[in-house]
């Protein structure tokens, strides 16, 4: 027996160490992040690199490539009308233009897709040129530096390349779209060298430092030896890339997540990405953060990186495209400065919220004696639901150790002021009403005895969109559903009546113009407006002969609400045009949507009214700000809250929603229309052409009559993350078929009558 | 006999420190506002006895554990007497019986959502279009579930306690001419009684562990008839209704320690 | 009862009991297609109903690799579960076997009391307690470290339970003539009480292991470095991809626990009997 037990007992302590070594083997990540919480958490530590901006050329647009040299001179490859290439010897004061492609081959208005610099100042790109009519072609050009241009061809393909680089003179890398190896090629005549195969499967971009080529597919980074082609001593790199998948995420072309670059030793090379700047050393099992992300310009969302640099004498300069400029970023360690900013203010939102970041990202900037820490609850990647994510968070709000500022959304706020967990900021919304105004029916949505303890700082407008003739009538959701099947008697090839974008978002936005009705004036539950909502739901579904895949329709909880954007801000015009739908619930959060609803009136005759589904004017409330009342930052939080609801961060255009600042609200109306979109007109006799529309700007009487609308707006939407899954969770079981309206009605009924109760 | 104080020393610091502690500060904060500042009596008390939703948890607790534990105790019991007949094969069924308690709660809820969902397994073997987990089956899913954990243990408690009563009385009563089933009514029940204890107590807190799948695989909000206590504390926590959760906890405590101090009376009179 | 009967109920309810596992296990080796097919009614609630075949057809390792090779988190996780748990059960030994002896050989004032206290507070279910521990957690500083999930978790009361009703039931008879020997209370305790009781402190610690092993209600709420998770917390959500990285990690979740179950089931059982029949 004894014999037995220890042979057990000795099987089962392996298998513990097995699991332990395997475990100890894959330690780089918890070692980065461990590193990266002892920096942030020493006391008074010393030291921290400072942003800089410094001048570019003029007029630069972008920047193809930028190169550090030796003599302590920077050198630009750059767009501005003319792809050129420009030196400065004293720090960016002056520059001086050493090359330009206008220039040395005669044209007007090159244009380049990509380019590089050589050690030597030549310049290598890809030209995209127009020839004839509606024909572009891709030139592949070298221009030396004694001025000549030269147009080689590479390989046979004429193909777009994505990524160009040096590491000798002479000699450029370059790669293809869609390519799953780097090719060498002479840069005089084109002749392929070699290959390099990092079997990363296909590459998206690649960069270089010191002899490393660090190439980045599409869940996986490989790094090579320039001179060997096989994996380098850096080869840590690899693993260290991999595990942040923002690193593979590429935003607009010609920026990129990351960038790499050489260090002054041999053994080092730098990777910069929106969290920071990093180092890395060669035989290193991990980066090590030099530069803290969160504390500048890095962070932020509108900043997208192009290349970065190491200068000799320690700081880095990044270059980047900041929303449409480009910037020139210098980064210089200061051992005066205290590495984290004196004061903390944590902000907590549930979901994550891009306009939410770059708000954070300019107050940051802005007032840099604040260190701000933005939270998320909700991250999607692992198994933390919105339930539990309350709990904790209230759990630190009550013992103290919670957020500063809260941004509202999903969460229960009703119960946070009956708690009193919230502050009274009147007197901030105070301070803005008398400098820019606000709009006081939409600010007021929480008012509780004269004080505001939530205020939503942007709204949507739930509208039905589509064309005029169906809209006539619509006052409530009852006349809503007679519309919609008399349009579908009149409209018999129409797919659908009533435009659904995605099932999630096509629900989603009916609930909420709906929402106002469900709960009583006395927070009891009305079945009947339940009933109302369910049924006449699944009518108007119904009327559709568009019915989602299986794998479309899924479960309608937030949880799984897909790609993270928000579609019920994206009209149905497009739809409408092309004749697929009729009309559309849309929630309008941005001039955007105005102006297009305004331009495709050109062909046809389209309009938009509130949707007053619930027989009230509803509004979307939308991050919704609160400070915490426990909190020691009550300064600090303000002065954010200030500038949240200050013209500044309001003017940011987002589909999150229009200003609760008048100010930025009539800016926003008056914004000069940008944005173009393509459509597809399908003709009578079953023709298709395309169009280009480009957005018209509103003119004065049109804002006006926008302006009267939102001035009509009285009753907020119900945005209670819990309540809406639990209708739209049976709901969408209704619509899908699954089960009947009554038990929809049923179900629905008993859950928000326990949740009522509690 | 101060010695015997001494070996319970050290559990006794750890347990008022973090057991007692928070336990008495939630008494206080019963008695107290959400954010623990202002005194209000027993109004959070009175609150939480008129809410509605408090009212159908603690029916559906109370249901739920008048259900169960007879149950289960009746089902392991009969089991157990079966087992203890057989050889052989008893014994592996017995490791087999255990099983259930050793699955991580996470897979139990995958199963049980594979199993229990509308197109799940279950509805596709026999052909029903049941959907289990939002009608009033639920109530009688969980109700599984908790057997199927625990069906085990109480198995081999029972088949300890059975395994304790000498052969040689049910021999004498079988000279006496007593038939099986007398013999079971008159002599194994009563020897039973002490094991009848402890398998109730372990039952009734194992019955409170049903709320974590219950929650994995519903949610905050369940069907009406699994509604249990457990998720009315969850959702008043959600909300910040400290006050009502703290009251709640209080009356739960005290309904415990009733039901404890009358089994115990039941259990000293033997 | 005689007759084929109690056997085929009895092995009936066994197979009941074994199923799941069964299911598991199969569901690990199925490949992604395979599984897709399977799953879709429910996850993808494509209509029809969820058929599952006993035997997968193009049977794989492939999830066992993705799980060991590609998911470094998995075992940090494991490793910290194996940490916690190893953890509570020493401290559950060190610090409520003696409190369970105490309680249960010897009379002083309170004791009656205690006991009570102790079975009271071994019912408080989480949610109730959780702000108050997190109030007591954060004044230690123990917010967010592993120390604060292994402390509380050593005083649990529900060992100390288990252990009083074994140590209850060994004879007064033995312990006297010990003490008539000459030996001393510590002396008793362990060479006689640890010995005999040994079938209660295993039981104790193999009922504690699983409960410590599946623990998610703590972690989640104390522990916000999510590189400190245990294994518990570690669930893939079911979408069609990832049912099969969720089916091996339940399995080597399981694993563990099955093994545990193994080594001390006889424990388990010849403690279970000499508590059970004497009060």
């Known amino acids: 027996m004894k014999k037995q037990i220890r042979g057990r007992v000795a099987f089962a302590l392996a298998l513990c160490m097995l699991g332990g070594t395997l475990g100890g083997c894959k330690g780089t990540r918890n070692e980065t992040a461990a590193q990266e919480k002892k920096e942030t958490a020493a006391p008074a530590a010393m030291g921290r690199y400072m942003e800089e901006e410094m001048m570019l050329p003029d007029g630069a647009a972008f920047i193809y490539d930028g190169k550090a040299l030796e003599d302590g001179s920077i050198r630009v490859a750059a767009y501005n009308g003319d792809v050129c290439v420009y030196e400065t010897k004293d720090n960016a004061k002056t520059w001086e233009q050493t090359l330009s492609l206008n220039e040395s081959m005669g044209k007007e208005d090159s244009y380049a897709i990509c380019g590089a610099l050589s050690p030597d100042g030549s310049l290598f790109c890809q030209l995209f040129e127009k020839s004839g009519e509606n024909d572009y072609v891709y030139k592949t050009v070298k221009v030396a530096p004694d001025k000549t241009a030269a147009e080689v061809s590479l390989g046979e393909g004429r193909d777009i390349l994505s990524s160009l680089h040096y590491i000798e003179d002479g000699k450029i890398l370059a790669h293809r779209m869609g390519d799953t190896q780097i090719t060498l090629y002479d840069d005089a005549t084109g002749e392929t060298l070699r290959t390099y195969d990092p079997h990363c499967g296909e590459i998206q971009f690649f960069g270089v430092a010191n002899d490393q080529i660090i190439t980045m597919g599409q869940k996986e980074a490989a790094v090579l030896d320039y001179e060997s082609g096989e994996v380098s001593e850096f080869g840590a790199l690899e693993e260290v890339l991999k595990e942040d998948k923002n690193n593979f995420i590429m935003g607009t072309s010609n920026a990129y997540p990351i960038v790499f670059c050489a260090g002054n030793k041999a053994d080092e090379v730098y990777f910069c990405n929106r969290g920071g700047i990093y180092r890395c050393l060669a035989d290193g099992a991990m980066a090590e953060r030099v530069a803290d992300g969160s504390l500048n310009s890095l962070s932020a969302p509108n900043v997208n990186l192009e290349s970065m640099q190491a200068l000799a004498d320690g700081s880095f300069i990044v270059f980047a495209r900041k929303d449409a400029d480009a910037v020139m970023l210098r980064y210089t360690y200061d051992g005066n400065v205290p590495a984290l900013p004196g004061t903390e203010l944590k902000v907590y939102a549930l979901e994550e919220d891009l306009t939410l970041r770059q708000i954070v990202s300019n107050f940051q900037t802005r007032n840099p004696e604040y260190y701000v820490n933005l939270e998320i609850g909700v991250t999607g990647e692992d198994a933390v639901t919105i339930s539990d994510a309350l709990r904790t968070l209230n759990t630190e709000m009550v013992a103290g150790s919670g957020p500063d500022v809260l941004i509202l959304d999903g969460m229960p706020i009703d119960s946070y002021i009956e708690r009193g967990i919230l502050a009274d900021i009147s007197d901030v919304v105070e301070k803005v009403k008398s400098t820019d105004g606000v709009w006081e029916n939409i600010a007021g949505a929480y008012e509780k005895a004269g004080a505001l303890y939530a205020v939503p700082t942007r709204f949507k407008v739930p509208a039905l969109v589509g064309k005029s003739e169906a809209l006539d009538g619509i006052t409530d959701f009852a006349s809503l559903t007679d519309a919609v099947q008399k349009l579908r008697a009149e409209n018999d090839g129409t797919e659908e009546i009533v435009n659904f974008p995605t099932f999630y978002w096509g629900l989603h936005s009916l609930y909420s113009a709906c929402s106002p009705a469900l709960v009583g004036q006395d927070k009891g539950l009305d079945t009947q407006a339940v009933s109302v909502f369910v049924e006449q739901a699944k009518q108007i579904y119904d009327q559709n002969e568009y019915t989602f895949q299986s794998d479309e329709a899924r479960s309608v909880t937030r949880g799984v609400s897909e790609y993270g954007y928000d579609f019920s801000t994206v009209t149905p015009l497009i739809n409408i045009i092309w004749g697929q739908s009729v009309m559309g619930v849309c929630n309008l959060a941005n001039c955007d949507a105005l102006q297009e609803i305004k331009t495709v009136r050109d062909i046809l005759d389209v309009g938009w009214t509130p949707a007053k589904l619930s027989g009230k004017n509803v509004y979307l409330p939308a991050q919704v700000a609160g400070i915490c009342s426990r909190t020691e930052q009550m300064e600090g939080a303000k002065a954010f809250v200030e500038y949240f609801l200050s013209k500044d961060a309001q003017a940011l255009n987002s589909g999150s929603g229009f200003p609760v600042n008048r100010a930025a609200f009539s800016e926003e109306l008056q914004k000069e229309a940008s944005m173009s979109t393509g459509a597809t007109i399908k003709e009578d006799d079953g023709s298709e052409h395309e169009v280009m529309l480009d957005y018209q700007s509103l003119d004065e009487e049109e804002q006006e009559q926008f302006s009267k609308a939102v001035e009509l707006l009285d009753t907020p939407a119900l945005t209670d993350a819990v309540l809406e899954d639990m209708v739209l969770e049976q709901t969408g079981q209704c619509l899908r078929g699954d089960i009947t309206a009554d038990d929809a009605v049923r179900s629905i009924s008993q859950k928000m009558s326990l949740y009522l109760a509690e | ?270 | 009862m005689k007759g084929k009967l109690p056997m085929l109920l009895l092995g009936a309810l066994a197979f009941l009991c074994c199923y799941p596992v069964l299911f598991l296990l199969t569901g690990t080796l199925m490949d992604n297609g395979e599984l897709r097919e399977a799953l879709s009614p429910v996850v993808q609630q494509s209509g029809g109903a969820v058929t599952w075949r006993l035997l997968p057809r193009y049977p794989t390792l492939q999830h066992y690799l993705e799980l060991l090779l590609d998911e470094p988190e998995f075992f940090v996780m494991f490793w910290n579960t194996v940490k916690l748990t190893a953890a509570i059960l020493a401290g559950q030994f060190l610090i409520g076997t003696p409190a369970a002896w105490g309680l249960a050989r010897f009379c002083f004032p309170l004791r009656r009391l205690l006991s009570v206290l102790y079975i009271i507070l071994m019912m408080m279910p989480f949610q109730v307690r959780m702000l108050s521990d997190y109030l007591v957690l954060d004044r230690l500083h123990l917010l967010d470290t592993h120390a604060g999930i292994i402390l509380p978790a050593v005083f649990s009361t529900f060992p100390v339970f288990i252990m009083y009703r074994f140590f209850r039931a060994i004879p007064e008879a033995i312990l006297e003539s010990a003490r008539l020997d000459g030996a001393g209370v510590l002396q008793i305790f362990f060479y006689i009480g640890l010995p005999l009781g040994a079938g209660g402190i295993v039981s104790a610690l193999v009922l504690s292991f699983l409960e410590y092993w599946n623990l998610i209600e703590q972690p989640l709420t104390f522990l916000k470095d999510k590189s400190l998770w245990p294994l518990a917390l570690y669930l893939p959500n079911i979408g069609a991809e990832k049912a099969g990285t969720a089916f091996v990690s339940s399995v080597f979740t399981l694993a563990p626990a099955v093994f545990t179950f193994l080594l001390g089931k006889d424990y388990l059982e010849q403690g279970i009997a000499a508590a059970a029949v004497k009060e």
């Open chain 2, 1 to 270: 006999m101060r010695k015997g104080f001494f070996f319970v020393l050290p559990s006794l610091t750890g347990v008022i420190l973090f057991l007692l502690l928070p336990f008495a500060d939630v008494v206080r904060r019963s008695f107290f506002d959400v954010l623990g500042n202002a005194f209000v009596g027993l109004r959070n008390y009175q609150t939480v006895f008129q809410n509605g939703a408090f009212l159908q948890a603690a029916s559906n607790t109370l249901r739920f554990t008048a259900v169960c534990i007879p149950l289960l105790v009746t089902v392991s019991l009969a089991a157990a007497v079966l087992l203890k007949e057989q050889k052989g094969m008893g014994s592996i069924f017995k490791s087999m019986y255990l099983v259930p308690m050793a699955i991580p709660v996470a897979s139990v809820v995958l199963l049980w959502k594979l199993l229990f969902d509308r197109s799940g397994i279950l509805n596709g073997l026999f052909s029903l279009e049941i959907d289990w987990m939002n009608s009033e089956y639920a109530f009688w899913v969980l109700v599984f579930s908790y057997l199927w954990k625990n069906l085990g243990y109480d198995v081999i408690l029972w088949l300890a306690g059975l395994a304790g009563i000498a052969p040689e009385i049910y021999e004498a009563a079988r000279v006496d001419g007593a038939g099986q089933w007398r013999c079971f009514f008159s002599i194994t029940l009563p020897n039973l009684l002490p094991s009848l204890y402890t398998i109730t107590v372990l039952s009734f807190l194992n019955s409170f562990k049903a709320f974590r799948e219950a929650y994995l695989v519903a949610g905050d909000y369940p069907h009406q008839s699994m509604y249990l206590m457990q998720h009315l504390f969850n959702n008043w926590f959600r909300e910040l209704s400290l006050d009502k959760l703290a009251a709640g906890a209080v009356i739960n405590a005290a309904a415990i320690l009733l039901l404890v101090m009358l089994l115990r009376r039941a259990w000293e009179k033997e």
